[in-house]
């Protein structure tokens, strides 16, 4: 059993790199994938009775180009004309060099992550395709993760690797502006990823460890091919940071439970201290830029020993900084209560009347949590509870929805709930 685990495990972490090793040598992303999926399956049957091969590496792509000469030779023996045959050359006969050959092999999972984060591609099929290509996940564990149905994710997956394929992108890493646009499409990527994983927008799960473990995962490799970029650290740090509050975000009724209240000592200070380290060596160094400075926020929370403590002057400099180089509403939002938080609620209140007009916010359940959140505050009970109730018919995290309507229906004790940043 422990052998059989130790070979998942391992066939998992070589899957993106044999992946892109074989789109890097014979490009046909569709067929690569069937063909890696292939050696996969080979190598998880295989391996626990025979053992682990010297070089598993070299025996995954060995594998998966064998399987792709024969997916294209029943390819060309479907196709009859002399141009499609010429178009699905077979892969004994490409001029390129070796899929494993030694000196860019660590380079292929970036690459392979640049490509599924294509610009022609929308969001929601970059963060799909990422996910079944480097991610390595099922379709139908996207499609459950985010709620829709198998045949959609099917569906959007397919016309992304057919987009890619048509645009004859070249497998490689692109350079100059190019590789820095791109590399913002990846980070943005599995950024979403990770959020969608620690904080639901809908669903009865509170928390979807299997997407943010994997964007921590999938953003580790990124920080390891990349580690002098600066934002690349960033993010890391940050994801590492909120994720280290997990544990003490659900109670043990089950329900939702704010920063502010927290039990920080289930806090996993492990991952704080690793976090904290990233940030503070990636600050000094070049260009500060918003992942960094989230990231900077939540090491000034996460090193807070009780929520009382919290040096909020600090967090609302951070924040000040970061609107400067992001148009965000959400860290407008977060700035407007770590305003009330130093300077009282009716400051941040007042921010708050100048973001209600933000068309990119009015439908956000987080708008009204944070405005019911300052109107208690401030003692404007009733118009807190419409506030709760609003956010809470806006949401579609079902535990969410839950927290709101409990706020609503307690206005009537004594008791205050302290604001809270939108984590």
Request: aromatic share 4%.
């Amino acid at each position: 059993m422990r052998e059989t685990t130790e070979v998942e495990g391992l066939v998992r972490r070589l899957a993106p790199q044999v992946l892109g090793a074989v789109v890097r040598r014979y490009g046909h992303v569709d067929l690569a994938e069937d063909a890696t999926q292939e050696a996969l399956l080979a190598a998880a049957t295989q391996w626990p009775a025979e053992g682990i091969p010297e070089n598993p590496l070299g025996w995954l792509i060995t594998v998966a180009a064998r399987r792709l000469t024969d997916l294209l030779r029943r390819e060309q023996a479907r196709r009859h004309r002399e141009e499609a045959s010429f178009a699905w050359t077979l892969p004994d006969q490409w001029l390129a060099p070796a899929a494993d050959r030694a000196p860019e092999d660590s380079d292929d999972t970036l690459i392979l992550l640049f490509l599924c984060c294509h610009p022609s591609l929308s969001p929601a099929s970059q963060i799909a395709l990422t996910l079944r290509a480097v991610g390595g996940l099922t379709t139908t564990e996207i499609a459950r993760a985010f709620l829709v149905p198998e045949a959609t994710m099917t569906r959007r997956i397919t016309r992304a690797k057919q987009r890619i394929t048509a645009s004859k992108l070249p497998f490689g890493m692109p350079s100059g502006a190019e590789r820095t646009a791109r590399l913002s499409a990846v980070l943005h990527v599995l950024y979403l990823i990770f959020n969608e994983g620690y904080a639901p927008t809908s669903g009865p799960n509170p928390y979807r460890r299997d997407l943010s473990v994997e964007a921590i995962r999938l953003t580790r490799i990124v920080h390891r091919l990349i580690p002098e970029d600066g934002e690349v650290t960033g993010l890391l740090a940050l994801m590492l940071l909120i994720d280290a509050r997990s544990a003490a975000r659900i109670g043990p009724d089950g329900a939702l439970v704010p920063m502010a209240e927290q039990d920080r000592s289930q806090w996993d200070a492990e991952a704080i201290a690793d976090g904290t380290a990233l940030i503070t060596q990636a600050l000094p160094h070049g260009p500060t830029g918003p992942y960094q400075l989230q990231a900077a926020i939540a090491a000034v929370h996460d090193e807070a020993p009780t929520a009382e403590q919290t040096d909020w002057p600090q967090i609302t400099a951070l924040y000040e900084l970061l609107m400067r180089t992001t148009d965000n509403p959400i860290i407008a939002l977060n700035h407007a209560v770590a305003v009330a938080m130093t300077h009282g609620a009716p400051q941040g209140l007042a921010l708050l009347a100048e973001l209600e007009t933000e068309e990119r916010l009015i439908s956000d359940h987080r708008l009204h949590a944070v405005r019911a959140h300052l109107l208690e505050a401030a003692g404007e009970r009733e118009g807190a509870r419409e506030s709760y109730l609003t956010a809470a018919e806006l949401t579609g995290n079902a535990l969410q929805q839950d927290y709101l309507r409990t706020n609503a229906t307690r206005l009537d004790s004594t008791s205050q709930c302290p604001a809270s940043e939108i984590r």
